[in-house]
């Protein structure tokens, strides 16, 4: 670019190329042109490039073949297969957000059997489900702020990509606290009330102690255990849902903000 | 060569953005009008990219759906940029499906071989004619040598005479990223079509 350079040197391909299509500051262009005086090399291949341009400018604007015009049909047609995935994906949300809920109603019969059941393992129940009822509210909580965001971001996807790393630390933290959740409930089910740490629980508990028994019988007392062992794996069950559709939501909705 | 003055976009135009509303409400016919007008612009990208008439067809035609069902995320300055980007991700996936077929496919001819058929220069005779159509046939040719990102900013800045402006927008990246692209595409295609030992006007007195 310097009137001192050799006069056999590498020309700077890209300075030439801006300075073709007028792309160069002031100073700059000044600057090659006073080079350009001076060296052939530059100079002609610079006048390559011209000719290079004049010669893809000749490449004729065709006609289109037909209108592109789109119908009633072409929009209302079905996905096709290639898209089919993420169309079924598109319920992910709605599997997820169901599955909280049926989680959240789980836990609440679970309380108020806890509640009314007598001896220590009702208690016990009773304690588990408080820890579990308020780590699904958080989980309902930090998944709405999931998908609130993510729409967000979905409505702003002309914009460049400026969401995308928080909706991800959003999720992981909601798998992060559902897992802790997931390993939480068995454990607490199994703990003894004074263990528990939480406060509530242990209120509950000493309601519940203050309460006579109401005369439990051994049949009685083996289905509730049953029952409470199936209420215990489908609220696993939900949660688990809740996380999977959670996760595919999460995929489908990043696919499709690339594809946008 | 396409008009690239911003009073061909039909946003920049007084009743643009109307059209570009309705259609995110949902109406289709203000969505055609805007088909009607960027279609010739969209179709020869995708024939530059793809170079075969019947590719940039399903090409475009793939660009405008897509932009249908995209138009409520529309939010940036230039809605020609925007169907533009569109239109080089549906080419992406045009070669991505030709890539697929098997070879020998009749829907498949040669990449540069079945360029349109063009109007005849009238000024020049049947020789001159034939090679023009020869030199055209190897540049285009050429261009489908480069990889995508270079094609993509030399059609839109040598074919179609975008402002690097506009491709940087298209291409969702920075103009010395634009800058840098042009640069690179062209230097292959100066080596390519010398190697190929095509000369343009101009062309060999300077080639070292």
């Known amino acids: 670019m310097k009137n001192l350079l050799p006069r056999r040197h590498t020309p700077d391909i890209e300075a030439l190329s801006a300075f073709l299509d007028g792309g160069l ?51 209302e047609a079905p996905a096709p297969a290639a898209a089919a995935a993420p169309g079924w994906m598109r319920l992910a949300p709605a599997l997820s957000a169901l599955s909280v809920l049926v989680f959240a109603v789980l836990v609440g019969v679970d309380l108020s059997r806890g509640g009314g059941s007598s001896g220590q393992s009702g208690l016990t129940a009773a304690g588990a489900g408080q820890d579990q009822l308020q780590a699904s509210r958080s989980l309902e909580t930090s998944m709405d702020a999931d998908t609130s965001k993510a729409r967000t971001a979905d409505d702003d996807a002309g914009a460049p990509a400026a969401g995308g790393p928080d909706v991800g630390e959003t999720a992981t933290e909601a798998y992060a606290e559902a897992t802790a959740l997931a390993q939480a409930a068995p454990a607490g089910a199994v703990a003894p009330p004074v263990a528990s740490e939480d406060p509530d629980a242990a209120t509950l508990a000493d309601d519940a102690a203050l309460i006579p028994a109401s005369q439990p019988t051994p049949a009685g007392e083996q289905d509730n255990d049953e029952s409470d062992l199936l209420l215990r794996t489908l609220e696993i069950a939900s949660a688990a849902v809740a996380l999977g559709a959670a996760a595919i939501a999460l995929i489908s909705w990043t696919r499709r903000r690339r594809e946008a | 060569m396409i008009d690239p003055t911003p009073e061909a976009d039909p946003v920049a135009a007084p009743d643009g953005a109307a059209y570009v509303r309705l259609a995110q409400a949902g109406d289709l016919d203000a969505f055609n009008a805007i088909v009607d007008f960027h279609q ?90 034939a090679l023009r159509r020869e030199q055209r046939r190897t540049v285009q040719a050429a261009l489908l040598r480069l990889p995508h990102d270079q094609r993509l900013a030399v059609v839109m800045c040598d074919v179609q005479g975008f402002a690097y402006e506009e491709i940087a927008e298209a291409m969702r990246t920075s103009v010395g990223t634009v800058k840098s692209r042009i640069a690179r595409g062209r230097e292959k295609l100066r080596r390519d079509l010398l190697k190929a030992g095509e000369h343009p006007a101009g062309w060999e007195r300077h080639t070292p």
């Not at chain 2, 024939?47 to 090409?59: T, V």
């Open chain 1, 25 to 75: 500051e002031a100073a700059q262009a000044r600057a090659l042109e006073a080079h350009l005086a001076s060296c052939d090399v530059c100079s002609g291949r610079l006048d390559v490039l011209r000719a290079l341009r004049a010669a893809l400018r000749e490449l004729p604007e065709a006609e289109t073949p037909r209108s592109f015009r789109l119908r009633r049909a072409d929009i």
């Open chain 2, 40 to 129: 010739r612009l969209v179709f020869n990208l995708c024939l530059r990219m793809l170079g075969s008439p019947a590719a940039a067809e399903d090409a475009a035609q793939d660009a405008f759906l897509s932009a249908w069902r995209n138009i409520r995320s529309f939010r940036g300055a230039s809605l020609r940029a925007w169907l533009l980007r569109i239109a080089a991700n549906s080419c992406t996936d045009e070669l991505r499906r030709r890539a697929r077929r098997p070879v020998g496919s009749l829907d498949a001819p040669p990449p540069g071989e079945d360029v349109p058929i063009e109007v005849a220069d009238p000024g020049a005779g049947p020789e001159a004619e």
